[in-house]
């Protein structure tokens, strides 16, 4: 059974930094697109960035300041956020496509205060 379990999130000050993780089990997901989505409250889930086979895609809002990187070996993937703005917080998601199927974790919240 597919399982995403994400971690990292928390409360930071604007300017600050936080690391998401993301580990995917029940399949090795080598060629999968693994990425992050975030949600907030009345509007639909975002893409944030997202990975595959070494090519990067990044939401205009984020370019310059987070960074998505998969570490194969522990089916992981990651997202460094830096420079974190009031407007980043939000529930990050972590995503794993394959294609035929969509896979969720179950989120994590991100706050950034003023």
């Known amino acids: 059974q597919v399982q995403l379990v994400e971690s990292g999130g928390g409360l930071v000050q604007a300017g600050g930094s936080l690391t998401l993780s993301c580990v995917a089990s029940g399949s090795a997901f080598t060629s999968a697109t693994m990425g992050w989505y975030r949600q907030t409250p009345g509007k639909q889930r975002e893409l944030v960035a997202n990975?595959?086979?070494?090519?990067?895609n990044y939401a205009n809002s984020v370019k310059g300041r987070f960074t998505i990187s998969r570490l194969y070996a522990k089916n992981t993937v990651y997202l460094q956020m830096n420079s974190l703005e009031p407007e980043d917080t939000a529930v990050y998601f972590c995503?794993?496509?394959?294609?035929?199927?969509?896979?969720w974790g179950q989120g994590t919240q991100v706050t950034v205060s003023s």
């Open positions: 995503n794993v496509d394959v294609g035929y199927h969509t896979y």
């Open positions: 990975i595959r086979s070494g090519t990067t």
